[in-house]
């Protein structure tokens, strides 16, 4: 496994591990636990998903393939409930791990037999490429709230113009010195002037029979 610069040893986490071998299971317990790490096992991925329900671990290890519930279903069980942890994934059909790749938790993937470097190496990965993850969906996230915002000023902006017969420049900074005396946001003020014309036109509907 490469990685473009050193990796930072990431202790102390609670990792949940799955996997119907009992051989695998103990190995995966005791050279995490001697890495500093809080490890709960389950053998299948049932009890896996009702620990991480309960739980909420820093890392999922887990078989892709299990009897029952598989490793890949216990994640997405677990996204659909909002558990959303950074997963790496073990299995002796790599074909199998490269399109569990798609899945959004699924950060690492390593393939049986499993080398005690590269499971430590996996999981410092996994953790590593999890925050950026949510670094990137939040900064996705403020990003559309930002453009949703814009869209809402620039709506009651364009409202203000046609009712006040003002420019666009003085629409602004009327918007601008109501919403400070209102002691509000803009975008605030921007939505309360679109329900508000909204609101008109439903009442201009109305009167005139439409």
Same mark, same amino acid.
């Given at each position: 496994? !490469?990685?473009?610069?050193?990796?930072?040893?990431?202790?102390?986490?609670?990792?949940?591990?799955?996997?119907?071998?009992?051989?695998?299971?103990?190995?995966?317990?005791? =050279?995490?636990?001697?890495?500093?790490?809080?490890?709960?096992?389950?053998?299948?991925?049932?009890?896996?998903?009702?620990?991480?329900?309960?739980?909420?671990?820093?890392? =999922?290890?887990?078989? #892709?393939?299990?009897?029952?519930?598989?490793?890949?279903?216990?994640?997405?069980?677990?996204?659909?409930?909002?558990?959303? *942890?950074?997963?790496? @994934? /073990?299995?002796?059909?790599?074909?199998?791990?490269?399109?569990?790749?798609?899945?959004?938790?699924?950060?690492?993937?390593?393939?049986?037999?499993?080398?005690?470097?590269? @499971?430590? *190496? *996996?999981?410092?990965?996994?953790?590593?490429?999890?925050?950026?993850?949510?670094?990137?969906?939040?900064?996705?996230?403020?990003?559309?709230?930002? #453009?949703?915002?814009? !869209?809402? =000023?620039?709506?009651?902006?364009?409202?203000?113009?046609?009712?006040?017969?003002?420019?666009?420049?003085?629409?602004?900074?009327?918007?601008?010195?109501? *919403?400070?005396?209102?002691?509000?946001?803009?975008?605030?003020?921007?939505?309360? /002037? /679109?329900?508000?014309?909204? /609101?008109?036109?439903?009442?201009?509907?109305?009167?005139?029979?439409?």
């Amino acid at each position: 496994m !490469k990685t473009d610069q050193p990796l930072k040893r990431t202790n102390n986490l609670r990792i949940a591990v799955a996997d119907d071998e009992t051989d695998t299971r103990h190995f995966l317990r005791e =050279i995490l636990g001697h890495a500093g790490h809080t490890v709960f096992d389950a053998p299948n991925g049932e009890q896996l998903v009702e620990h991480c329900r309960s739980a909420r671990p820093d890392l =999922i290890v887990t078989d #892709l393939r299990m009897p029952g519930l598989t490793g890949a279903q216990a994640v997405d069980a677990l996204n659909q409930v909002g558990v959303l *942890a950074p997963v790496v @994934l /073990i299995t002796g059909h790599p074909e199998a791990a490269t399109n569990m790749e798609e899945n959004s938790c699924v950060m690492a993937c390593l393939t049986k037999p499993v080398k005690p470097v590269d @499971l430590l *190496a *996996a999981v410092d990965l996994a953790m590593k490429r999890f925050a950026q993850f949510r670094r990137a969906a939040e900064e996705a996230a403020s990003l559309r709230q930002a #453009l949703e915002d814009r !869209k809402a =000023i620039e709506r009651a902006k364009g409202n203000v113009m046609k009712r006040l017969r003002v420019d666009e420049d003085e629409a602004y900074r009327r918007l601008q010195r109501v *919403a400070s005396e209102r002691n509000a946001k803009l975008v605030e003020l921007a939505r309360q /002037i /679109i329900a508000a014309d909204e /609101i008109y036109q439903q009442l201009d509907r109305q009167q005139h029979g439409h």
